[in-house]
């Protein structure tokens, strides 16, 4: 089934540890995204990326790095988690033509203690 | 600055209608989108409004008024689950997407 898989789906670490959450497409997007979701906020954009080989900042971009070495990865990695970084994690995808709406993973939900 | 403002909770009778309102305040528009949300679940896209007016999509219908920065959605014949949050994002100038923090909809039978 086309779409878009995130893993792991649930993760806790302790604070200081490297965390890499990962992120596969296969419906050939070009743009990608990471976003994370917070109770009572808004979904708030850490990166993205318009197509392989390039990536941007988005609102909340510190304390997290991403690459896109292709058109169907984009892995998220927290170097060093701090109990802030507790969220759900949703990595998106969409097309550049049309409406570009987003197609969700199913979220990484990540517990730093 | 940027925001979107919806409410925060709304609640509705199985079978009855709702309309969930979205204003927004953002640098330049280029599309408004809504979503549904079940919780513990990931957003679904459901409907995209760019020109002023009505789109209707089965139980579903967005409006937008581009000059008074508001939307709706309109839910029809509410069922059960259709118990999500409904989230209002706007697309801004630079094509990022501004997010509105969800309207939670609880129905009752």
């Known amino acids: 089934i086309a779409g878009i898989t995130q893993a792991p789906t649930s993760q806790i670490l302790a604070a200081g540890r490297r965390m890499t959450l990962r992120c596969t497409q296969d419906?050939?997007?070009?743009?990608m995204y990471w976003y994370r979701q917070d109770l009572g906020l808004g979904l708030r954009l850490i990166h993205y990326?318009?197509?392989?080989?390039?990536?941007g900042k988005g609102e909340v971009p510190d304390g997290y790095s991403v690459s896109r070495a292709n058109t169907d990865d984009f892995p998220l990695t927290l170097a060093s988690a701090v109990p802030s970084q507790t969220s759900v994690y949703f990595c998106?995808?969409?097309?550049?033509?049309?409406?570009?709406?987003?197609?969700f993973g199913e979220g990484s939900r990540l517990t730093v203690l | 600055g940027q925001n979107i403002d919806q409410p925060t909770e709304m609640t509705a009778t199985e079978g009855a209608i709702v309309q969930i309102n979205c204003t927004y305040q953002?640098?330049?528009?280029?599309?408004l989108f809504w979503y549904q949300q079940h919780a513990g679940e990931a957003p679904t896209f459901l409907s995209y409004?760019?020109l002023d007016g009505l789109e209707e999509k089965g139980r579903f219908s967005s409006f937008l008024s581009r000059s008074k920065g508001y939307s709706y959605l309109l839910l029809k014949e509410l069922q059960m689950k259709d118990s999500a949050s409904y989230l209002c994002?706007?697309?801004?100038?630079?094509?990022?997407?501004?997010w509105g923090a969800g309207t939670k909809l609880i129905i009752k039978p």
């Open positions: 419906m050939r997007h070009n743009a």
């Open positions: 409004n760019v």
């Open positions: 994002a706007v697309r801004d100038s630079n094509y990022q997407l501004i």
């Open positions: 990326s318009n197509t392989a080989g390039t990536t």
């Open positions: 953002t640098s330049g528009f280029n599309g």
């Open positions: 998106a995808s969409s097309t550049q033509g049309g409406t570009g709406e987003l197609f």
